[in-house]
């Protein structure tokens, strides 16, 4: 039916002739207005960013999936493409082909971006890390080195990043700072540093500190709440908390999610729900993506209930393209359409939703 309209739609455009109203009342949503058609439309309509991440080679290969993104989202992320192994291979030598082709790619369809990500401990280069662990790279060396990182990258997408996952997953599951090269060999204060370099490269993006399972984890909620006051008391900019969102619904829904995302606004932050995805064990059943939708629905429902959060992106928008098979045995069908690029129950659910 969607398509149907869809396709009418165009036609009516091609020969200019304005849609009749009717013809684009006939789905009324659950508080009385017109369900969107898309989560583009959606996104409008309830003044949140929605976002994808997105992955350079179906971009680049895959004609139906680049429609599919570029129809349905206002907000994107690149998966891989910004990370540091992929864009500094060798020492020195810069490979931006991938992270540009999707600014440019968001550039040309409206779409604003998401930085991702300046200061991690995965998907470092191999000549770092080895560099480090055999003691040529001193911890002198090493600052400037991720001060450089944080120049060359921020500063090349200077004015075309909306917001920078400056830090991420920098407190682990106990609840201390990440064992990591950074806090290693830099100490804490490589976090303020980030903070403050990103800023100076890019003086607009908005800059955030990125986590998962912190929608529920006390002990990583609390550490990372100290982490943002000690920033703010030393006025290092730090403006957003991102919540990744990869939930399971074998996990009961993280009922707190809302107290928790008020926590951390309450500082004066932005908010965002950066990675979303709701992985299942497989097979899949109807009942499994009916409980996946309401997961999926609750996690926008609490951005849009928060005034301060301002875009809900998912991890990937077809099961066809997602890590979660190749990193949990036996899950998988965590994204909103399945291979063929069908809209499953989660993505009618986050059309239902309003502010
Ligand atoms: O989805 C990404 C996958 O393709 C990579 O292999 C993986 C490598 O660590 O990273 C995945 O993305 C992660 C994101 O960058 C940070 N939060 C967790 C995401 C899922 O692992």
């Known amino acids: 039916m969607k398509r149907v309209l869809l396709g009418l739609a165009a036609i009516a455009l091609a020969v200019a002739v304005p849609l009749p109203a009717t013809a684009a009342q006939t789905h009324p949503g659950q508080h009385g207005g017109r369900t969107p058609d898309n989560l583009r439309e959606l996104s409008h309509k309830i003044k949140v960013y929605i976002g994808s991440a997105v992955a350079v080679t ?195 829904y993280p009922a707190d999610f809302p107290t928790v995302m008020k926590q951390f606004t309450d500082l004066g932050l932005e908010a965002a729900i950066t990675e979303a995805d709701v992985r299942m064990v497989l097979p899949v059943t109807p009942e499994k993506l009916a409980t996946q939708a309401d997961y999926y629905k609750r996690m926008l429902d609490t951005c849009v209930d928060n005034r301060r959060c301002v875009e809900y992106t998912v991890w990937s928008f077809t099961d066809r393209h997602s890590w979660v098979p190749g990193w949990f045995e036996g899950e998988g069908a965590a994204t909103i359409m399945d291979e063929n690029l069908a809209p499953k129950p989660a993505y009618d659910a986050l059309l239902t939703v309003r502010r």
Do not use: C
Not at 217 to 246: C, E, Y
């Open 58 to 252: 179906p971009l680049a290969d895959e004609e139906d999936y680049r429609r599919t993104l570029n129809r349905e989202f206002t907000h994107v992320t690149a998966e891989n493409a910004m990370k540091w192994a992929e864009v500094e291979p060798q020492r020195g030598q810069y490979t931006w082909d991938g992270a540009d082709a999707v600014v440019r790619n968001a550039q040309r369809n409206h779409q604003k971006v998401r930085g991702h990500t300046l200061v991690w401990h995965n998907q470092l280069p191999e000549w770092l890390t080895t560099g480090v662990a055999d003691g040529s790279i001193d911890a002198a060396e090493l600052r400037g080195i991720l001060r450089d990182h944080i120049f060359k990258e921020a500063g090349r997408y200077r004015g075309k990043i909306r917001a920078w996952d400056v830090v991420n997953e920098v407190v682990d599951d106990e609840g201390n700072l990440r064992n990591s090269i950074w806090l290693e060999k830099l100490g804490p204060g490589y976090i303020a540093d980030a903070f403050r370099w990103a800023h100076q490269a890019d003086p607009h993006a908005k800059l955030y500190i990125n986590d998962y399972n912190l929608e529920w984890n006390t002990a990583k909620i609390n550490q990372t709440l100290n982490i943002v006051k000690d920033l703010k008391a030393k006025r290092v900019p730090i403006h957003g908390i991102g919540f990744q969102g990869h939930l399971g619904i074998q996990y009961d």
